[in-house]
């Protein structure tokens, strides 16, 4: 995905001191956001003119209290053919020389009234997840209980209908047919659907549906953390399925390991109650109650007490 200085400016509500529509449709290479100290004593042996450079309090009271052609040198080494943007935290004023040497070197000059570091992490919360890459995966993405879960399985199983069933249940509908997975971080996982799919789901007999006309805007999220992963198969007596919750599966999905389901299909089972009692005992887990260890310490006592009793 290619990210420019406008949606940047747009998605963090910044102001736009000095650009211009070229200036603005810059794009953004990098996540990384510098905050340009040493720079200000003029030492740019590291210096990563590609980033964002943000002007906090500590790097503006350095340069305010510079001489004015000293301050005029150092920014004007600072903006860069390759510099997206630079951006002052806290409303702070804006010296004649970073005006001009913004001008001068064609880069665009933005300002935000957030404090420095909650405006560093809105804009590199939006910038790890806008330029993070993308895998595409095949299936539904499920808010259930406030817990994504990505719902998969064999062709014409019924994984849309499941979905159905699931926002009709109260639960919110994420993503369908194609899920756009990303690693916002080296432990968590992100799902958001395809634009063309947003909030629509193809039921086979009906055609297209938007669930959002349909169901309200409550039923519908634009992207969702992707926690719990299943698998819908068709029930087969010779197969094996889990039946005590004890095997501990996992999928990885661009680099991060979830855990993972087995769900067998079958006429009569409603699938949809199914899974999400198991995003509710998953969720349970998560909490430090785990079903199966609760019963396998039950028949652990049971057999210690018949032992007991038989001596």
Do not use: C
Not at 159 to 172: A, I, N, P
């Amino acid at each position: 995905m290619t990210v420019t200085v406008k949606m940047l400016v747009d998605k963090v509500k910044l102001e736009t001191i000095y650009a211009n529509d070229d200036l603005l449709s810059k794009p953004i290479t990098t996540s990384d956001i510098s905050r340009p100290g040493l720079e200000m004593t003029g030492y740019f042996d590291y210096y990563a003119p590609e980033r964002i450079q943000l002007i906090g309090m500590k790097e503006w009271s350095y340069m305010m209290a510079m001489t004015a052609n000293n301050r005029y040198a150092v920014l004007k080494h600072m903006f860069r053919d390759s510099t997206p943007a630079m951006v002052v935290a806290r409303s702070l004023e804006i010296p004649e020389e970073m005006l001009q040497a913004a001008q001068e070197e064609g880069t665009a000059l933005l300002r935000s009234h957030l404090p420095t570091s909650i405006l560093s992490g809105e804009m590199s919360w939006y910038l790890n997840s806008s330029l993070a890459e993308r895998t595409s995966v095949h299936g539904v993405l499920m808010d259930i209980y406030g817990m994504g879960v990505l719902i998969q399985g064999d062709s014409g199983i019924g994984k849309s209908e499941t979905g159905l069933e699931l926002v009709k249940r109260g639960h919110r509908l994420v993503a369908d047919d194609r899920v756009d997975i990303y690693a916002r971080d080296e432990e968590t996982l992100w799902g958001e659907p395809a634009e063309i799919l947003r909030h629509l789901l193809e039921i086979r007999g009906v055609g297209i549906i938007d669930v959002m006309s349909l169901y309200g805007a409550s039923a519908v999220r634009n992207s969702s953390q992707v926690q719990l992963a299943v698998y819908l198969e068709n029930y087969e007596p010779n197969k094996d399925f889990d039946r005590l919750g004890n095997k501990k599966e996992e999928i990885e999905l661009s680099g991060v390991k979830i855990p993972y389901i087995r769900i067998p299909v079958k006429t009569g089972r409603n699938i949809s109650v199914v899974i999400e009692a198991a995003a509710m005992n998953y969720r349970a887990k998560q909490m430090g109650y785990d079903a199966t260890k609760t019963f396998e310490d039950r028949l652990t006592q049971l057999i210690s007490e018949n032992g007991a009793s038989h001596d």
